[in-house]
Antibody
């Protein structure tokens, strides 16, 4: 069974940093590209970042470019999101989501971790 | 970036109804469209990809159609567990991957 479990969320002050993790199991993690997608309270889904299976290709949304860094450790079956210079508008539930093979829809999602940026 | 627009943003329906949700892309995306269902406090769940292919395990009352710029998600006979928010997503041109704003389906 495919499982994605996020962790690392919490309350952080504006300008602060946080590192999110996503632990994957039930599939060959190193063969799949991954994403982070977020959802602000009461709002819709916003794609944040993409990383290919070998980390050779990385994309960011304009809203986080230069502040967030996506990475992965295939030996540990883990995906990460380092978030720096956090702003109130980064407050959201952050989901990790698997890319389905060669087609770039998101076939499995984690349960999400809440990041709250507030003083 | 390709903009995805869903309609309606919300509506009410009754169990047993047939409902259709529309998603329009700001430019042609062929059939590179997915539909997701999200229930309160839960992660999104993939329903349909490639505009009309049902994900494994998804009930056959869900169906998708369309190509180019106009797409629809149809639920043929609403069940109580179908009341949720539905999102479309294009994966034709990225980055960025873009989602529609969501359609909240409520019980009448």
């Amino acid at each position: 069974e495919v499982q994605l479990v996020e962790s690392g969320g919490g309350l952080v002050q504006p300008g602060g940093s946080l590192r999110l993790s996503c632990a994957a199991s039930g599939f060959t993690f190193s063969s799949y590209s991954m994403n982070w997608v977020r959802q602000a309270p009461g709002k819709g889904l916003e794609w944040v970042s993409y990383i290919s299976s070998s980390s050779s290709t990385i994309y960011y949304a304009d809203s986080v470019k230069g502040r967030f860094t996506i990475s992965r450790d295939n030996a540990k079956n883990s995906l990460y999101l380092q978030m720096n210079s956090l702003r109130a508008e980064d407050t959201a539930v952050y989901y990790c989501a698997r890319v389905s093979g060669d087609m770039h829809y998101f076939d499995y999602w984690g349960q999400g971790t809440l990041v709250t940026v507030s003083s | 970036a390709i903009r995805m627009t869903q309609s309606p943003s919300s509506f009410s329906a009754s169990t047993g109804d047939r409902v259709t949700i529309t998603c329009r892309a700001s430019q042609g995306i062929s059939s590179y469209l997915a539909w997701y269902q999200q229930k309160p406090g839960k992660a999104p769940k993939l329903l349909i990809y490639a505009a009309s292919t049902l994900q494994s395990g998804v009930p056959s009352r869900f169906s998708g159609s369309g190509s180019g710029t106009d797409f629809t998600l149809t639920i043929s006979c609403l069940q109580s567990e179908d009341f949720a928010t539905y999102y479309c997503q294009q994966y034709y041109s990225y980055p960025p991957y873009t989602f529609g704003q969501g359609t909240k389906l409520e019980i009448k």
